[in-house]
């Protein structure tokens, strides 16, 4: 069953002259527990295409349905309560609120819901993250590798539909790299997580069940990746 389904999307920036075309008419589906890799160029339009999957930015035109809901025919308030509840994005910079601690930043989505976190679910959160003698420091207390630890535990605390990963090991040393891509591996097994990775990073596109290419604001190529 296609879990996510992009149609004729369309991203136009300025007019006239000045108008940039960031996407033209992109169109793919994405089966439910699929790791999805998406690379191209600086500039190819990955991160626009990452910002409107995940309801952050409206297309100009065309449509995304998640779970056969159409995410961009909801309000403003619904559309925020759609990303908080079904959207856990992960950042290259980690974007982690720097008074709050490990705990706190990775139960702030849920707590900003309204809803109570579950100490059980938490203490496996941070079980899996590697972070349980870390969970009351602060972000400045943290290596980067830890930060981003928060930031992937914060992104699959609220059980969301679907993980969107701009760059997560931008920022991080090969060894960090390593361990990133196989936490965000295990969560996609073990929860059968949909995801879909932004990435320059070759050896972690050829780890991912399938390689999408973007090339100016098009689908390229599409591949399925029979060696991950």
Do not use: W
Request: charged letters at 20%; hydrophobic letters at 35%; one cysteine or more.
């Amino acid at each position: 069953m296609e879990f996510l389904t992009i149609q004729n999307l369309c991203k136009t920036y300025g007019k006239g002259e000045n108008q940039v075309k960031a996407l033209d008419n992109v169109s793919f589906t994405v089966p439910k527990g699929q790791m999805t890799a998406v690379i191209g160029p600086s500039g190819s339009g990955k991160s626009t295409l990452l910002h409107i999957l995940g309801g952050v930015d409206r297309p100009t035109s065309g449509k995304v349905f998640l779970d056969g809901q159409d995410i961009y025919a909801q309000n403003n308030n619904d559309l925020a309560v759609f990303r908080r509840r079904q959207v856990g994005l992960i950042y290259q910079f980690y974007n982690l609120i720097p008074v709050l601690t490990a705990e706190e930043n990775i139960t702030l989505p849920m707590i900003m819901d309204g809803r109570k976190p579950d100490k059980e679910h938490l203490n496996k959160m941070l079980d899996l993250m590697g972070l349980k003698d870390r969970r009351d420091h602060l972000p400045s207390q943290l290596s980067g590798g830890q930060q981003q630890r928060v930031s992937i535990g914060r992104a699959l605390f609220t059980s969301p539909a679907v993980i969107l990963a701009d760059e997560p090991t931008g920022n991080l040393d090969s060894k960090n790299s390593s361990e990133i891509l196989a936490l965000l591996k295990q969560s996609n097994k073990d929860f059968n997580q949909t995801m879909i990775i932004i990435t320059h990073d070759e050896s972690i596109a050829l780890q991912c069940d399938r390689i999408i290419t973007i090339s100016d604001g098009k689908i390229a190529s599409d591949e399925i990746n029979n060696h991950s």
